[in-house]
């Protein structure tokens, strides 16, 4: 494992241990302590580079970027952060946080990768870290990624359980693997209830052996996500999951357009904890430990602990699981928390398996 002490590590705190940083497939790290509250000035600089979804997604993007927030408050240190609004600005954006003297930099999503090896190879003196691709073998690239269909699996489980038509549904922004991993999950938490319980629940979106479904082709929130709802919605679904950040939302117009009593998943964080409004809709959500996971990285670097060995989120070392029922928990099965809690073991322990061509290897 490689590892770079920074520049920006003071004296006071070179003294420090260093921690193996979100390592491998293991636990992940206890949270590093608050460099600013011993007194020590820290001199460093972390960043991050929105993908189009922009940091108020309620999701993949806000949850990283809060991330970062909590770590510069408790480290007494600033953060630097920039929104992408198409492709287009990947590049251009990373290049002017490299410009400003980033130390870090943290570019959100699979889309990135690209941008995030050029700029990485030209700034060999810069930490960079790529969430949710793991393609980039370099000493100055941390690659973060989550087996979201393990996590995706249960609330499979849970939408087929719950279902009262016997049809749950699922659509997606763009068919790239952070997305169809979710879906290929969800397919076949469906397909395990059914051959426990002896039913035949349908997933409607997304058929995983043909590796096709109902996609928006992209992450905005507007009338092609409203209609690929619709489209989803019409063939009788009861529970509903989008994958991609801002389309929950024309998602949940098309349930309210709808007039029927549809249960949203929620995607990457609780989303029933970071939407605004319509939080009864939420039946649970999948979520990526991004936050927490972003937090620990730049805490531990700006201390001198940057490790670039990818890290992998399972429902192992925590890095992935769904969300409490909220407001739906007095109207689940009883016995379904004690089910999942039993398929959630069976999964670590590998006796029940869990496998999407999209899960990272």
């Known amino acids: 494992m490689t590892i770079t002490t920074r520049k920006a590590v003071v004296s006071g705190l070179a003294g420090l241990g260093v921690v193996a940083l979100l390592a491998g497939c293991g636990q992940a790290p206890e949270s590093a302590g608050g460099g600013g509250s011993t007194g020590e000035a820290i001199d460093y600089l972390p960043c ?38 198409s492709e287009s600005d990947f590049g251009p954006n990373i290049t002017s946080l490299v410009d400003q003297g980033c130390d870090m930099i943290i570019t959100v999503g699979f889309l990135l990768a690209d941008a995030t090896k050029e700029a990485a190879t030209a700034n060999p003196d810069v930490d960079f870290v790529i969430l949710d691709d793991n393609s980039i073998d ?22 087929a359980d719950t279902s009262k038509t016997g049809s749950v549904g699922t659509f997606g922004g763009m068919q790239i693997p952070t997305v169809t991993i979710f879906m290929d999950g969800y397919a076949d938490g469906v397909n395990y209830y059914n051959e426990q319980k002896g039913k035949d629940v349908k997933v409607v979106g997304w058929d995983v052996d043909k590796q096709n479904g109902v996609f928006t ?13 619709t489209t989803v919605i019409n063939q009788g679904v009861d529970v509903l999951l989008p994958v991609g950040g801002p389309i929950y939302q024309s998602a949940i117009e098309a349930i309210k357009d709808s007039g029927k009593d549809i249960a949203m998943i929620g995607v990457d964080a609780d989303q029933y904890e970071t939407v605004d409004s319509d939080k009864d809709l939420f039946l649970t959500s999948i979520m990526k430990q991004m936050k927490q996971g972003v937090f620990d990285i730049v805490t531990q670097a700006a201390k001198g602990s940057f490790s670039a060995e990818p890290y992998v989120g399972t429902l192992d070392n925590d890095g992935v699981g769904i969300a409490p029922f909220h407001d739906w928990k007095d109207k689940v099965n009883p016995d379904l928390q004690g089910e999942l809690d039993t398929i959630k073991a069976g999964i670590i322990d590998g006796s029940i398996k869990v496998e999407s061509p999209s899960s990272p290897k």
């Open 48 to 85: 991050i580079v929105s993908d189009s979804g922009g940091f108020d997604d309620k999701s993949f993007n806000q949850s990283s970027y809060e991330g970062l927030v909590e770590a510069a408050d408790k480290l007494g240190i600033k953060e630097k952060h920039v929104e992408s609004s």
């Open 138 to 159: 370099m000493d100055n690239v941390k690659p973060v990624v989550y087996d979201t269909a393990q996590a995706a699996f249960l609330a499979g489980y849970v939408a």
């Open 217 to 229: 082709g992209g992450f905005d929130a507007n009338d092609t996500a409203k209609q690929s709802a």
